[in-house]
Every structure is written in C-alpha cells, then in structure tokens.
Nanobody, 120 residues
Framework: QVPLVESGGGLVQAGGSLRLSCAAS????????MAWFRQAPGKEREGVAC????????WYSDSVKGRFTISRDNAKNTVYLQMNNLKPEDTAIYHC?????????????WGQGTQVTVSS
C-alpha cells in the first residue's frame, strides 16, 4: 500500500475556508489520479473530488461544486483540496486516495484522514 498522509483539517465557522493536503510516497505519483472522499458520522462515504494524472481535468460532487478545488503538485507528490464557503454539512473526516486506473476506476491506497468541523 502507498503511504498517504492528510493534514490541514480543523475547526472553522460557516463561510470560512480550509486547505487540506495529502502527501504521497512509494509510487510514481504522476501516473495516478488522486481523489478526496469524506465520511460524516452516520453517513455513507462520499466521493468529493478527483483529479486525473495525464490531463488536468477534475471531477466534483454536486454538493461541493463551486466551493471546493482539487489540485496537485507533482514535484511535491502532494494533492490539495481548497475548501471555501464551508457549510456545517461539510463536517466529516476527509480522506485522500490513489486512483491508479483513473478517476473512474478502482481506488488503491487510502490515508487515515483529517477531521473537518464546520460550526454554524
């Protein structure tokens, strides 16, 4: 499994912003699409965003479109999730994952997650 370490979570008031980071190692980062997922207590895990490897196209869930932006820095083997205009319903543990078969394929490795809490 590929080591993935998320960071950047925290407590923020509604309307605020956070930037999550996911640092990867142990594989050719450039060849993998990367994704962010989240899971709130009592809720199913939800795909949030994905960024492809060979092209810079991205995918977002309807609930975060226009508010979240996924990006990557291949030189640093890191993927980011910029979260703006946060809402209480964004509260969840956020995980990053590798997608070696692309954003539409299976996911390989998962990080342990970082907690995001949005107060009203």
């Amino acid at each position: 499994q590929v080591p993935l370490v998320e960071s950047g979570g925290g407590l923020v008031q509604a309307g605020g912003s956070l930037r999550l980071s996911c640092a990867a190692s142990g594989f050719t980062f450039d060849d993998n699409a990367m994704a962010w997922f989240r899971q709130a207590p009592g809720k199913e895990r939800e795909g949030v965003a994905c960024i492809r490897s060979l092209v810079s196209s991205t995918w977002y869930s309807d609930s975060v479109k226009g508010r979240f932006t996924i990006s990557r820095d291949n030189a640093k083997n890191t993927v980011y999730l910029q979260m703006n205009n946060l809402k209480p319903e964004d509260t969840a543990i956020y995980h990053c994952a590798t997608a070696p078969e692309g954003c539409g394929g299976k996911f390989g490795s998962w990080g342990q997650g970082t907690q995001v809490t949005v107060s009203s």
